[in-house]
């Protein structure tokens, strides 16, 4: 009994401290917005302070060079994240790449602001944890050194793991949301939301120890909100745990769990007739949990009875009726004692919860009442017009920023001040006649002066309000510099005296008419075209000052203007000198609605106009015969491409007059040029002249060669390109002379060395070659009558042969000199006139086979042997064959190396053998050919000519001039590239051959690959 009365004291200690607790939740609820307003000012220390809270907090730490990407992660910033120290590189990209994508941007843009304004900086973002999950992390750091030029060289910081912190505030807030919900409106609302679960299951426990019976808070619909409290095993392990002992469990649960305002539901349970008793919790008068007791029997329960039920269960019998003897016994006045007593309880949450939720909803309005109050102090503040609040004695109550910046005075300033302290020449008397009319029209707008802080007295407009507030009076005023504004009225003052005076300067006639067609200015002008004074005009309609108008296309485009159409305009004489020619325009003059409200005319003198028209008709005419007596086909064409002009030379082609040929597609007049229209448009669009020389055309079963160039025409808005074509056959064919004569030069040196060092004793050596296979290795009877003559026999001969691997010798000899055929077979045939044709060539083959060309070459006059030049090849293997005319480029190859070698004659010596530096490389859209030399190399002003036409190094008599001009012109016409000469750095020469990868542009008939 004493541990009854304890335990009761205990019980009733509890329900004072869960008053108390209540008082407590609803003063934290009161001071929610307060705690969420107070700034984490500890994020915003000094570096040294914060290293040390970093310390203590555990936070990472990390340490950043921005410029060369070094970095530091501390151990604790890889384990928050579940990371062993050092499993991740310590890098920017490894931040940036665990951050959630939502939040990169942000985070980003945090570090870059911090970069870019040295300034401390602090941000939230996500971070992707070792097993998947995101953590909240609030990442803080600082700019912690500069370089000489201000850019940061170091930045250090730290993560904070904010996730607790953005759960517990995330529910927080979920809180204050369900409780400010109408309390109609309370379908969402559940008891969580009302209580901290841990104090009511605290209590919840205590009541059932206290009182010796089970305990359970559920929802209405029977789910559990709290544990279990002091079940028995009875319930627990046997009627609960079957299928029809829960059913009848539950059924009682939502029996006895009903809402009854008036007092406890007690009845037995269905399921073993065992005492309960339930009380609603209620907010509002809504229903939103049950606490449920019970599980306890009386005197006048039966043990038969349970067994039955036992039975029905299908339980252990001995076992069910051991449980059931430990079910604590309870009178039924003592039950209903306990019961009542939870009915006060609970009556005593849902008045707690109703003033939980009434302090929240109180919580919430104040939140808008405020945001709302910060609104409107925002928008007064920021507003861009000044504002003063203002007393009713003149005195300033408050300002605005813009009020402030106006006149240069700090807010604090000018509220201890009034309007006749800032209002030059104001007095209280102009401000009781303003606050009477204010009484009068409620608002007033007015212009005054403001003087500034400086002195500077400035205009404003000034709308003044007068306004009443619980009782008190208040001047509510607009204040707007209108400086720009009278300087724009004085400016258009100006304005309107220098157009007067503009007018009367103007060479052209102006007259105005009003709606009536009643003459309102005249200018200096109109006087001088039509020899009329003004004062003969004022006030006049048109036609009465002049008469000779009437009925002429003139009155027409008047009466027309005024209408609003739009006039055209003509060309008239004056009846005092029909020589002068006028150019009459008339327009409409228009109100801000588009009405028509009068008539502006302007004639212009065009006397010196109509005879520079005659003029240009003649100079037409004399520039039509020079184009019609040039030999040149001359074709001008617009944007589309269709024929504007055509010449006499054209025609003759065509046969096409230029009156067939007006207007109709190129294409279709000259079909030969319908490659052209691309060219065409790039000319007109990017205003340059572009040729095309030496374009292929087939005429009358013969190949033809043009030059065409496109010259691109815009003027006066008109866009178009003249094509001038002009018949280059016979050049080409003089420079394909030219070509072959400097070949044969070239081949004629080659060919008397060869005649000299190869072809006498090669056909000694392959014929002595042959013999001397024939009698020792061939089964001749010549041959056994020889060896039996020398005592031995051919076989024997033929084995010390073997032995000796002579066989093999007399092969090599063969060998070798089919190779020197070959040689001058591949001579022969470079010197052999070929037809025009391009293939695509490996460069670096080409020029070997140019060197064993030339290798054959020998000088006995300059006394050079090019077999005796070191050769070094340095041939880029990802250089792609290149279209070209092989043999035109190997006689650029031979000019230039031949140039070469006897360049090095004269500088030879034994520390400096002479050499060559072969280079084929790539150059973007070019292959890339490079000959270097160490020969004495050449003068700045010798590079400059040495590709003219007929310019040499050499003396009188020893070169033609012709050799790098023709090289030049193969490599630039033929196969459109370019070839430029350099200094070696060793002090030699170096050629530079460029030829386009995709080969030469087709400018004409295209090139065929041989098959």
């Known amino acids: 009994m004493k541990d009854e009365n304890k335990t009761r004291s205990q019980l009733i200690d509890e329900l004072q401290k869960m008053s108390e607790r209540v008082a407590v939740l609803e003063r934290k ?97 996500r971070m992707k944890a070792k097993n998947g999950a995101w953590h909240w992390i609030l990442g803080r750091g600082k700019v912690a050194e500069l370089d000489a030029e201000r850019k940061a060289v170091r930045v250090v910081g730290a993560h904070t793991d904010i996730t607790e912190h953005k759960r517990t505030a995330e529910a927080l807030e979920k809180r204050i949301v369900a409780l400010t919900r109408p309390l109609e409106d309370v379908d969402g609302l559940a008891f969580e939301d009302l209580f901290n679960l841990t104090d009511i299951q605290h209590l919840q426990d205590l009541y059932a120890e206290a009182f010796g019976v089970a305990a359970l808070i559920t929802r209405p619909d029977g789910t559990p909100i709290t544990r279990p409290s002091n079940f028995t095993v009875l319930c ?119 003033q939980n939720v009434q302090q929240a909803r109180f919580i919430s309005e104040r939140k808008q009442i405020e945001e709302s109050l910060r609104l409107t102090q925002f928008i007064f503040d920021k507003a861009p017009i000044g504002i003063w609040r203002m007393g009713p004695d003149g005195e300033v109550l408050d300002v605005n920023e813009a009020a402030c910046a106006s006149l240069g005075y700090t807010r604090e300033t000018l509220c201890r001040m009034t309007a006749f302290d800032v ?56 204040v707007q510099d209108i400086s720009e504004r009278k300087q724009a009225e004085e400016n258009l003052r100006k304005h309107e005296r220098l157009l007067a005076n503009i007018l009367e300067s103007m060479s052209e006639g102006v007259f105005v008419l009003d709606s009536d067609f009643t003459v309102t200015i ?33 009155e027409e485009n008047i009466r027309n203007a005024m209408k609003g159409e739009v006039a055209v305009a003509v060309k008239t004489t004056h009846p005092h000198n029909p020589n002068v020619w006028s150019r009459d325009s008339f327009s409409s003059i228009k109100d801000a609605d588009g009405g028509v409200v009068g008539v502006v005319g302007v004639l212009t003198d065009i006397t010196r106009q109509r005879q520079a028209e005659e003029e240009l008709r003649q100079l037409r005419n004399y520039l039509s015969n020079i184009i019609d007596s040039m030999p040149s086909v001359l074709v001008a064409v617009d944007l589309d491409g269709r024929v504007t002009q055509w010449n006499r030379h054209t025609e003759r082609l065509t046969g096409l007059s230029f009156d067939q040929a007006r207007s109709q597609p190129l294409a279709r007049v000259l079909p030969h040029l319908a490659g052209e ?109 020889a060896a039996e003559a020398a005592g ?23 060998a070798s000199g089919a190779r020197a055929a ?125 590709f003219e036409p007929f310019f040499t190094t050499k003396p009188v008599g020893k070169g033609t001039g012709l050799g790098l001009s023709v090289s030049y012109f193969i490599v630039t016409e033929d196969h459109g590239g370019e070839m430029e000469v350099f200094a070696a750095d060793d002090g030699g020469t170096c050629f530079v051959i460029r030829l386009p990868k995709a080969g030469k542009a087709p400018t004409g008939e295209a090139f065929s690959e041989p098959v």
């Open 29 to 125: 609820i009161t001071t929610l917005e307060r705690l969420e307003s107070v700034p984490d000012q500890a994020l915003w220390e000094s570096e040294e302070r914060l290293r040390l809270a970093l310390d203590a907090a555990n936070d990472g730490i990390w340490d950043w060079n921005p410029g060369t990407g070094r970095s530091y992660f501390s151990p604790r910033y890889y384990t928050m994240l579940g990371y062993a120290p050092d499993e991740f590189p310590p890098t920017y990209e490894s931040w940036r790449r665990l951050i959630h994508p939502d939040d990169v941007e942000t985070a980003e843009a945090a570090v870059r602001h911090a970069l870019e304004e040295h300034a401390p900086f602090a941000v939230e973002f």
């Open 236 to 354: 627990s392990q046997f009627i609960r745990n079957t299928e029809k002992g829960s059913k009848n469990c539950n059924i009682s649960d939502a029996l006895i769990g009903r809402h009854n305002p008036s007092g406890p539901i007690i009845q037995p349970c269905l399921s073993a007739g065992l005492c309960n008793a339930g009380a609603s919790i209620t907010v509002g008068g809504r229903h939103i949990a049950n606490w449920l007791i019970g599980q306890v029997r009386n005197e006048n329960q039966k043990e038969a009875d349970i067994m039955d039920y036992a039975r029905e269960l299908g339980a252990d019998e001995s076992a069910f009726r051991a449980a059931y003897r430990q079910v604590p016994v309870m009178s039924q006045e003592q039950f209903e004692r306990i019961a009542n007593v939870l009915f006060a309880v609970a009556n005593q949450l849902s008045m707690s919860a109703y």
């Open 423 to 478: 209002a030059p020449g104001f007095t209280p008397a102009d401000w009781e006649i303003g606050a009477t009319r204010m009484n009068e029209a409620g608002t007033i707008t007015i212009e005054a002066f403001h003087r500034r802080k400086g002195g500077e007295i400035v205009p404003v407009q000034v709308i003044a309000k007068l306004m009443r507030f619980e009782g008190q009076e208040y001047h509510l005023a607009f």
């Open 522 to 554: 005249y200018n200096r002008g109109m006087e001088v075209i039509t020899n009329v004074p003004r004062e003969s005009v004022i006030g006049k309609r048109p036609w009465e000052a002049f008469p000779h108008i009437k009925k002429l296309p003139v």
């Open 677 to 785: 229209m691309e060219r065409i448009k790039t000319a007109i669009r990017e205003r340059q002249v572009i040729s095309s020389p030496k374009v292929q055309r087939r005429a009358e079963q013969e190949t033809r060669f043009e030059d065409i160039t496109i010259f691109p025409l815009t003027a006066n808005g008109v866009e178009g390109a003249v094509i001038r074509v002009d018949d280059v056959t016979e050049q080409v064919r003089l420079e394909e002379i030219m070509i072959q004569s400097e070949k044969m030069l070239s081949v004629g040196g080659l060919a008397a060395g060869m005649a000299h060092e190869v072809n006498n004793p090669l056909a000694g050596i392959l014929q002595n070659a042959s013999v001397l296979k024939n009698r020792l290795l061939g089964d001749l009877p010549a041959n056994h009558k």
């Open 792 to 814: 031995t026999t051919l076989s024997a001969i033929r084995q010390y042969l073997e032995l000796r691997k002579l066989p093999g010798m007399i092969e090599n000899i063969r």
């Open 822 to 946: 070959a040689i001058v077979k591949n001579m022969l045939s470079f010197a052999r006139k070929s037809d025009r044709r391009v293939s695509s060539q490996d460069l670096g083959e080409l020029l070997d086979q140019t060197l064993e060309l030339v290798r054959t070459d020998y000088n006995m006059k300059e006394h050079y042997d090019f077999k005796q030049i070191h050769i070094v090849r340095e041939y880029d293997p990802a250089v792609p064959p290149v279209p070209c005319e092989a043999n035109k480029v190997q006689q650029v190859f031979i000019n230039i190396l031949k140039n070469g070698a006897e360049a090095m004659v004269e500088v030879m010596d034994d520390a400096r053998p002479p050499g060559f530096v072969l280079r084929v490389r790539d150059d973007g859209k070019w292959a890339r050919v490079e000959i270097e030399d160490n020969g004495p190399g050449m003068d700045e002003q010798k590079r400059r000519r040495i």
